[in-house]
């Protein structure tokens, strides 16, 4: 049984600064992308940021870009979001997810990830 288990989200001010992590367990990750995606309530879930199991290559949607970094631990199956200058636009729930990268389908896809985790929430208030 695959999961993905997201923490680390809570209440912060404008900006202020918030570490996501998603743990993977139930399986070996080794050669999938992870990726973070955020859905806010009344709006669609949208790519937040992105990266390749060896960490060499990452994307970032442009709304966070300079802000959010994505990195990861493979010994601990683990990626994380570091999020800073957080705004109330960022107000979301985020979702972690991982799968191999396929043929024509961009890792902003969510279309590219079959796993996904439950969520955690990120509010940020102004």
């Known amino acids: 049984q695959v999961q993905l288990v997201e923490s680390g989200g809570g209440l912060v001010q404008a900006g202020g600064s918030l570490r996501l992590s998603c743990a993977a367990t139930g399986r070996t990750f080794a050669g999938y992308y992870m990726g973070w995606f955020r859905q806010a309530p009344g709006k669609e879930r949208e790519f937040v940021a992105a990266?390749?199991?060896?960490?060499?290559?990452?994307y970032y949607a442009d709304s966070v870009k300079g802000r959010f970094t994505i990195s990861r631990d493979n010994a601990k199956n683990t990626v994380y979001l570091q999020t800073n200058s957080l705004k109330p636009e960022d107000t979301a729930n985020y979702y972690c997810?991982?799968?191999?990268?396929?043929?024509?389908?961009?890792?902003?896809?969510?279309?590219?990830?079959?796993?996904w985790g439950q969520g955690t929430q990120v509010t940020v208030s102004s």
């Open positions: 990266i390749s199991w060896t960490g060499g290559t990452t």
């Open positions: 997810a991982a799968d191999r990268l396929r043929v024509g389908v961009h890792p902003n896809r969510s279309a590219a990830y079959n796993y």
